[in-house]
């Protein structure tokens, strides 16, 4: 699994709505608070005289997640601390869960069935761990993998496609 190192980029609103650009990157896999230090001491640094307010313009390494501009604080901090336990996998099941941080982690685990480089792939493996001790060897090679993943993610299973092509399975119960 691919290391992630989630990161907010953090402005100064004072200085936005005059003309200049000016923020701080900030990790996001902290305690929110440490965050909001962070936060408190870029605005003071800032070019405008107090200087108040901020929004997140930027992210980086959230993997599905998407930070929005006035995400709060606690909700990032959350978002960063799923994306270094789980990866890509938990954000881009967040975006097909209707957005719901409360339980997401739970709803995450109970679901989430693996990485497959396809759903063909994730079908032999099920086929195989369920049915082929059974199965006798010289009949092995006509069973139709494809029809059974066809049939796996009409109900049963859902995917979501892994930046690098390939997916995370999801059961459906």
């Known amino acids: 699994m691919e290391d992630y190192n989630p990161r907010i980029y953090v ?3 004072a200085a936005y709505n005059n003309g200049k650009l000016f923020g701080k990157w900030i990790d996001a896999d902290q305690d929110p608070d440490d965050i909001l230090k962070e936060i408190k001491e ?6 405008e005289p107090d200087a108040e307010e901020w929004a997140i313009h930027d992210y980086e390494e959230f993997g599905g997640f ?10 990032a ?10 990866g890509e ?3 881009l099941f967040y975006m097909n869960d209707v957005y719901d941080l409360d339980g997401l982690e739970s709803r995450f685990e109970d ?7 396809s759903e063909i792939e994730y079908a032999e493996d099920l086929f195989d761990e369920i049915y082929l001790s059974g199965v006798p060897e010289n009949i092995q090679c006509y069973i139709d993998y494809k029809s059974f993943a066809d049939d796996l993610f009409c ?7 892994a930046a690098d092509g390939g997916v995370y399975v999801f059961s459906n119960y």
């Open 42 to 47: 870029m605005l003071k640094e800032s070019p």
């Open 155 to 161: 109900g049963d299973c859902f995917s979501l496609d």
């Open 89 to 91: 996998a938990i954000g």
């Open 111 to 117: 679901a989430y069935a693996g990485y497959y480089a």
């Open 11 to 13: 402005a100064c609103l």
């Open 77 to 86: 901090a959350e978002m960063a601390r799923l994306t270094f336990e789980h």
């Open 66 to 75: 998407e930070p929005k501009e006035l995400e709060s604080i606690e909700d």
